[in-house]
């Protein structure tokens, strides 16, 4: 069956019933079972099956995380095929369909909404620090307008941790070592503290060199986790939850791609961008680019060092904490939660992912409370309603040094605060229809203090810090769905929706007024179907959606004016005017015995800018490559030197982070053993085909069509209290791009990679 004919399948499917991916395995640890298992998810702010959920969820258990080697968001994407994830130097950009922000500085904030024990997280620096001791990680795709608000224009993830238990003792000890001498362990235990509390603590170390010649790509860190149950009666709880990660090695690196330099190391050696060998590509490719006469002229860009090659030097350092205490109580017609919390994130790194210096010094404090009364599920009318409120100080240092010709200094002191106040409705119209309807309003007023200094020759490299200057700016937007749920059988479930998304505008790096950017809409439209058949052992969900996008905020490098009023290169958040996603989404899960599990997710995905206009910057004047049009150029700063904007139209491109068509296939068979051992053998894979990386839209910034396999075998004990597991990843050993960009005044290409082929033994024991 050719893609022509899947394409024509899946349309059809979409027009009859839409899709739901939710990729599951029971959050338990009983035995197999015939039939597919339920997972509880929380998604929608009430306890549910995810196949009773009338959202597009990916929900993957504690235990399956754990199993497959998960322990951060860029991982969580081999199984979630609506995700992307992109490391971006001391951040994370996060991509749900296409929909996400390309993280660049200390100005950017996610479209995907990111939460760890229902706290919502404005700048998720370090996910991978609480990726252990988990329930299940759930990841909602589409605009979460009504029940999460906040920056949930593409959708949220959901990091959920274990919970303390009464009255019992018991724990986890997983231990993992692998090639590039990786060793992980983590740890929890669960202790009574009396007949109304309990204590939970958990851990984990990690511990691995890094994937390239050059030592970056590495991974390092501790963290540790605090749970406290309190439970005074059997309506009333209350748990505290303190959570601490500490983050440090070399961080993210990159490559400098072949396609951009003739003679660059191939992908596949994954050569540092630092690594002599690649530095010694870039100068060879240097010598023919034309450079100012204070630079030394032709072929004298970096031995004069007006351009800076990346060097070994990175790091990261940073400290992260928080603590929350939710309440939950039973008020009889409906239960109250209450959630306040704080968080803290001190993130400090030096790195060369863009092919130039990024010095950051971050620190941000954030305040929250979210109240929410949910009814019972009883009655012809039920219903979510709440309110929040969140604050957040931050205080940073950002250097960006091209090198001797271009630097950009600059300390943004920034305050948020949005108030929103919230309601979903389901009315049952019959026991098997039922009508939904939810709002938000929401109200965001940012501010800032902000000092700028742009250097380089011919004048000052590294001059002081302007005056500084402030900006103030509020916005205020309700956000809406409406749909309709029918149960057309016993396990089978039709819905249809139409939902709208809202991020607020904000400021970039440039002096005033030219600073700002207004807020992106999201109104999608959703068509689904989730189905049980065959006594339970066959699942098959459906979803077709169309998003329709208005203002669609997009960064990328270019001119921003300085306080001194001369153009200079920095971050640049634009609206892009309109684009519009739509797609289907086909997922089947087959359990035909206890021995037996098959699944297949199939995502196909067409997203395109309808309008999208940038003015790319060129420090040095010259053309700089591009996929776009080419519309005109004109003279950044007449009189003083050559740098020189080149208008483009990159209209009718797709967008980035949208592969057209996503296989996701795993299998797994279980072979019971004569002493009541089991052994578990299992595989999956990924195809994907191409995509681009990059608003410049370059061929050479785009990754290819690709397959990534794993594989894992598992002894289970007699009493399933220990299991040993032997695992494989990234089988073919693909060197597959996740992240691209141009290398300004040189126009090179540097790129990050997904993880080589790793391998290596886990255990765990249970007690």
Request: hydrophobic content about 35%.
């Amino acid at each position: 069956m050719g893609f022509s004919t899947l394409r024509a399948g899946l349309m059809l499917g979409c027009a009859l019933t839409g899709v739901q991916a939710a990729h599951a395995q029971s959050a338990s640890d009983s035995p197999p079972q015939a039939g597919l298992q339920d997972i509880v998810v929380t998604a929608q702010r009430r306890i549910e099956s995810v196949q009773k959920a009338a959202v597009a969820i990916t929900a993957v258990s504690g235990t399956d995380l754990i199993r497959t080697g998960i322990s951060d968001t860029t991982n969580l994407q081999r199984l979630a095929p609506a995700l992307s994830v992109q490391p971006s130097g001391g951040t994370t950009s996060i991509y749900v369909r296409g929909v996400g922000t390309q993280a660049g500085n200390s100005y950017a904030e996610n479209a995907v909404g990111f939460n760890f024990n229902g706290v919502f997280i404005a700048r998720p620096t370090a996910p991978s620090g609480v990726y252990y001791d988990l329930q299940r990680v759930e990841v909602v795709k589409g605009p979460q307008g009504t029940l999460y608000g906040r920056n949930a224009t593409g959708g949220a993830i959901n990091v959920l941790p274990n919970r303390p238990k009464l009255g019992e003792v018991s724990g986890d000890v997983n231990v993992e070592l692998g090639n590039y001498q990786a060793r992980k362990a983590s740890a929890s235990i669960n202790l009574p503290l009396g007949p109304i509390m309990a204590l939970r603590l958990a851990g984990q170390v990690v511990d691995r060199n890094g994937y390239l010649s050059d030592g970056y790509d590495d991974d390092k860190g501790e963290a540790g986790r605090a749970s406290l149950l309190i439970k005074p009666s059997s309506d009333w709880s209350m748990t505290l939850v303190a959570d601490y990660y500490h983050q440090h090695g070399k961080g993210s690196g990159n490559v400098l791609l072949p396609s951009s330099v003739a003679n660059a190391p191939a992908l596949s050696a994954r050569i540092g961008g630092s690594d002599p060998r690649s530095v010694a590509a870039l100068q060879s490719y240097a010598t023919g680019v034309a450079g100012p006469p204070f630079c030394g002229g032709m072929g004298q860009l970096i031995t004069s060092g007006c351009v800076m090659a990346p060097r070994g030097d990175g790091y990261m350092d940073g400290d992260f904490w928080g603590i929350s205490a939710q309440t939950e109580g039973d008020l009889g017609f409906a239960t109250l939660t209450v959630i306040p919390a704080y968080r803290s994130s001190s993130s400090n790194y030096r790195s060369y992912l863009p092919g130039f210096m990024l010095q950051v010094s971050d620190r941000a404090k954030q305040m929250s409370l979210e109240t929410r009364l949910a009814s019972k599920d009883a009655g012809s009318l039920r219903y979510v309603l709440g309110g929040f409120y969140f604050s957040e100080d931050q205080s940073a240092t950002n250097y960006f040094s091209q090198g001797n010709l271009s630097t950009t200094l600059f300390n943004p002191q920034l305050r948020t605060q949005s108030i929103a106040g919230f309601g979903q409705l389901t009315y049952l119209v019959t026991p098997r229809f039922r009508l939904v309807a939810g709002g938000r309003y929401t109200h965001e007023a940012k501010r800032q203090t902000t000092s700028l200094a742009a250097g380089g020759l011919p004048n000052a490299v590294n001059p002081p810090l302007g005056a500084a200057f402030t900006g103030n700016l509020s916005f205020n937007k309700a956000t809406w769905k409406a749909g309709v749920e029918f149960d057309a059988g016993p396990r089978s479930l039709v819905y249809a929706n139409v939902s709208t998304g809202f991020k607020a505008g904000g400021f970039f790096v440039a002096a005033p007024p030219n600073n700002t950017f207004a807020p992106e809409m999201l109104t999608a439209y959703t068509l689904g179907s989730k189905n049980r058949f065959m006594g339970n052992r066959l699942q098959l969900n459906f979803e077709g959606f169309y998003w329709d996008y208005k203002d669609q905020q997009i960064s990328f490098v270019g001119g921003v004016p300085s306080s001194s009023g001369l153009y200079t290169q920095g971050g640049v958040t634009v609206n892009a005017g309109k684009s519009r996603i739509y797609g289907t989404e086909i997922e089947l899960r087959f359990a035909p015995g206890k021995s037996d599990q098959f699944g297949a997710t199939l995502q196909y995905l067409n997203g395109r800018y309808n309008s999208l206009k940038t003015a790319v910057f060129s420090n040095t004047g010259a053309p700089v490559p591009t996929g776009c049009t080419v519309t005109g150029s004109r003279l950044a700063n007449p009189g003083v030197n050559a740098a020189r904007f080149y208008d483009t139209d990159c209209s009718g491109k797709p967008t980035v982070y949208s592969p057209k068509w996503t296989l996701n296939l795993d299998y797994a068979h279980t072979f019971a053993l004569k002493n009541g051992m089991k052994l578990v053998a299992g595989a999956r894979t990924a195809i994907k085909s191409d995509f681009y990386l990059n608003v410049n839209f370059q061929e050479n910034e785009k990754q290819a069509a690709y397959r990534m396999s794993d594989a894992y075998l598992t002894l289970e004990g007699t009493d399933r209290r220990w299991e040993l597991t032997g695992f494989i990843n990234n089988i073919e050993d693909r060197a597959v791009l996740v992240r691209a960009g141009n290398r300004p005044i040189l126009n090179v290409s540097y790129g990050t990679l997904a993880p080589p082929r790793t391998y290596g033994m886990r255990f765990a024991y249970h007690f």
